[in-house]
C-alpha cells in the first residue's frame, strides 16, 4: 500500500515535505477556510453567504504564501 501511494502521490509528497513549517500551517487553515466554506454555501441561509464570501477572501490571502510553482500536475 505504502508503495502505491508513493507510485501515485510521489511528486506531492516531495513537494509537501519541502515545504516550511509556516508553509504547512498555512495549507493547513486554508484547507479548513475552504471545508468551512463548502459548509456555508451549502447551508442555503442568507446571512451565512457573508460569511462564505469572508472565507473566500481568506483563501485567497492564504495563498499567497504556498508556492504551487514546484508542484506539477
Known amino acids: 500500500m505504502k508503495r502505491f ?6 511528486e506531492e ?3 509537501f515535505r519541502s515545504l516550511t513549517n509556516r508553509q504547512k500551517a498555512a ?16 447551508s ?3 446571512p451565512l453567504y457573508a460569511l462564505a464570501v469572508l472565507n473566500l477572501i481568506e483563501i485567497r490571502r492564504l495563498s499567497r504564501f504556498i508556492p504551487i510553482d514546484n508542484l506539477n500536475e
Open 27 to 42: 495549507l493547513f487553515v486554508m484547507c479548513v477556510h475552504l471545508l468551512l466554506f463548502i459548509l456555508l454555501v451549502s
Open 44 to 46: 442555503g441561509c442568507l
Open 5 to 10: 501511494l508513493i507510485t501515485v502521490y510521489g
Open 13 to 15: 509528497i516531495k513537494w
